[in-house]
């Protein structure tokens, strides 16, 4: 257990900066070779806490996985609408700030950002990011759902360190604060 819980975004884009299609298919990711699980395994086990958007959880349930793949984690789905409780899920529509420094003062390991674009930019515009592991894909795609949108913030980052996986490029950075 760490002192100092990390918000770390994990992440697969393509090399035009973007986290799926415009129709949220992933099938781009998947025509790439990579290497075991791309340092999945290695990162999942340092987190604990697992937050996501509305959207991202809606496609993880459509695409039919034998099981919640995070239910060994806290899960907790930011969403504007009011949705009962699951067992492996909290939905949650919180003042994103507060809660997110309340999960930080807690003992435990990092809070992993699943994803979406949207979640992401409400994070980052409240500087609530502490590192970022972005893996590129060799794809261009064109057109999709960006991984970082438009918007009003700027963040500063210093790269910690490079990874290849095969054809997957991880680059690991740290928020300077």
Known sequence: MTQNRNVVLFIASSLDGYIATKEESLEWL???????DNGYSEFYDTVDTVLMGKKSYDWIMKHGFEEFPYKNKDCYVFTRSTIEDTENVKFFSPDIPDFVNELKSQPGKNIWIVGGG???????????????????????IGKGIPLFKEGDYQLDLSLKGTRNFNQFVE?????KK
């Open 30 to 36: 998947f025509k790439v070779e990579g290497e075991g």
């Open 118 to 140: 949207e979640l992401l930019h409400s994070f980052l515009k409240e500087n609530l990011v502490d590192e970022l592991i972005v893996t590129i894909a060799p794809t261009i």
């Open 171 to 175: 680059l690991h950075y740290e928020v």
